[in-house]
């Protein structure tokens, strides 16, 4: 388990090679759930990060042994399915980084119809390494890109994933996603009080008026079994 001092880049890198094959990825579940008012979602396998308050659990620390291989044609019919029983207009991929393997992404985003909004939640690693993954976004209009920045600084980025580099490419993609004329928003998971830093940088960026959310991190039972292990539950309380 990749647990501290680890680079996002080259784990992005060793990650893929097991949830790739060709232009297959591995899913582990694909269901309606009750966010953003309504959404199909397939839950992908497979992060760059190692989140201490990440919901999921094998689908990130035991990739090798969860989920299936499916082509992104597959994907797409499944998700689009289950929005259509539901009377969803919204789709997502959601349990991993969807940008792990981005040619398998682009593919299953093509086969989406355009009268659903795909709804692509990222941490944004790799959308700042590599602008060109964020060019090839710009052909679809139907797409809105939330990034999740994981703390309001370097510091707090490392304490909550144990990357050693890696805020600073959560910057630089919102910056690229401006730059390449993509709807996007910012989630933000911190919890520093004074986050005057980084709005500052946004601020530098002309990234002020981009809506923030505040995302909740939520005590499930494996997190909470994962912070205390970790000695650091008491933060999250």
Known sequence: METQLYNPIEL?????????????????RFRPTRFYGGIATA????????CNFCWSSNSVWNAEKTGEFYSAVDVAKIIS???EKKGY????ISGGEPTIGINHL???IKNIESKYLFILETNGILLGYNEDFV????????????????GSNPEEFSWFTGAKI?????????????????????????LNEKKNDLYKKLQELEL????IEEEEIKLYPQVKNRLENAGILHHFQ
């Open 12 to 28: 992005s890198e060793k990650v893929e090679k097991i949830v790739t094959k060709n232009n297959l990825k591995k899913y582990y």
């Open 43 to 50: 839950d992908t396998v497979g992060c760059n990060l190692r």
């Open 81 to 83: 399915e289950v929005a």
């Open 89 to 92: 207009n919204q789709i997502r």
């Open 106 to 108: 682009i593919e299953v």
């Open 135 to 150: 060019k090839k976004l710009t052909q679809f209009k139907n797409l809105h890109v939330r990034v999740c920045i994981k």
């Open 166 to 190: 890696g805020f600073n490419y959560q910057l630089n993609a919102l910056e690229n996603l401006k730059n390449n004329n993509l709807r996007f928003n910012i989630a933000l998971v911190s």
């Open 208 to 211: 002020n008026n981009v809506m």
